[in-house]
């Protein structure tokens, strides 16, 4: 397992050595059969911004950070994420890395983007949704509430709900793969999708106009 440390040692080796990686990465000239000089650089770069010690070789994410390799970010996403993380990822500016390099990367993890979602179960869901304290922001039935908003049924694809659970904004605290594993996370989402509709609001005598 790569530790925290290794993984500042790796950000500050890439620091010292970007300059000429991106100096490279402009040339743009082949390299040989099926790859040119400038994914080979990007790939290079990837490895030596530290990335893959979290992210993954591959970018499908690892103990440490998500997959990002989930084809739910656009590129401006992708950079807008990159320059201003959440949690523990340091932030990279465009003096560090810049913004065609972004999306070049994006573009290199384009073929690994397909993520579909384990089998889930809904019982089991059920159960983690309670035991997680899901329930506390979100309601007993996901219909949202004070302190966080509905999320089923009719939930967000499961690449971006995994992700947003990994990385996630305001006072919700991040669920890593230590602590909820994408089978976890999977069962959960069942449980979101089996959620009944609602019904409309003009069905209802007291609402009705």
């Known amino acids: 397992m790569i530790t925290l440390t ?65 084809g739910e970010l656009t590129p401006s996403e992708f950079i807008a994420y990159t320059r201003r993380p959440t949690g523990t990822m340091p932030p990279y500016g465009a003096r560090t890395v810049s913004d065609q390099v972004l999306v070049t990367m994006h573009a290199d993890l384009a073929p690994l983007m397909a993520i579909r979602a384990p089998a889930g179960r809904v019982d089991l869901g059920a159960t983690l949704y309670r035991q997680t304290g899901c329930y506390q922001c979100h309601s007993n039935e996901a219909q949202g509430g004070a302190q966080g908003p509905r999320i089923g049924p009719d939930p967000v694809s499961f690449a971006r709900f995994i992700w947003y659970v990994r990385n996630p904004s305001g006072g919700m605290p991040p669920y890593t793969e230590m602590v909820m594993s994408a089978q976890d996370l999977a069962d959960i989402y069942a449980f979101l999708q089996a959620r009944t509709q609602p019904p409309a609001v003009d069905s209802i005598p007291l609402l009705a106009p």
């Open 6 to 70: 290794r993984r500042a040692a790796l950000i500050t080796t890439a620091l010292l050595t970007l300059a000429p990686a991106t100096q490279v990465f402009s040339q743009g000239a082949p390299t040989g059969a099926g790859e040119t000089r400038e994914t080979a650089d990007v790939s290079a770069e990837y490895t030596a911004l530290g990335c893959g010690a979290c992210h993954g070789a591959d970018g499908g994410g690892g103990a440490l950070a998500p997959s990002i390799a989930t």
